[in-house]
């Protein structure tokens, strides 16, 4: 069974750092993409960055780049998302997912719909 669960989240001040853990189970890690999105309160989901199990191709979206870093741990089946730089525009439940659909961290990048599967979400807040 594919499991993902997040972790990480928490509150911070403007300017701070966090570190979000994506543990995975039940898939062949090397054939997915792990994908990270963010939802804020009253708006749509929106993609936040992505890595292939296979060859750590990645992305990120327009609102984190240069700011947030996304590394995976092929041993210990997680995926790490690093944000710097946090700014209360980043506040949101951040969840990661999974597909074996290799477009979706290229072409289709942050299009949730090609994601079959979900971890729970963990809040990230940022204050000002």
């Known amino acids: 069974e594919v499991q993902l669960q997040a972790s990480g989240g928490g509150l911070v001040q403007a300017g701070g750092s966090l570190i979000l853990s994506c543990a995975t189970s039940?898939?062949?890690?090397?054939?997915?993409?792990i994908g990270w999105f963010r939802q804020a309160p009253g708006k749509e989901r929106k993609g936040v960055s992505c890595?292939?199990?296979?060859?750590?191709?990645?992305h990120y979206g327009d609102a984190v780049k240069g700011r947030f870093t996304v590394t995976s741990d092929k041993a210990k089946k997680t995926v790490y998302l690093q944000m710097n730089n946090l700014n209360p525009e980043d506040t949101a439940v951040y969840y990661c997912?999974?597909?074996?659909?290799?477009?979706?961290?290229?072409?289709?990048?942050?299009?949730?719909?090609?994601?079959?599967?979900w971890g729970q979400g963990t809040q990230v807040t940022v204050s000002s």
């Open positions: 997912a999974a597909t074996n659909y290799r477009p979706a961290c290229g072409a289709a990048f942050g299009v949730s719909v090609y994601y079959e599967k």
């Open positions: 039940g898939f062949n890690f090397d054939e997915y993409v």
């Open positions: 890595i292939r199990g296979r060859d750590s191709n990645k």
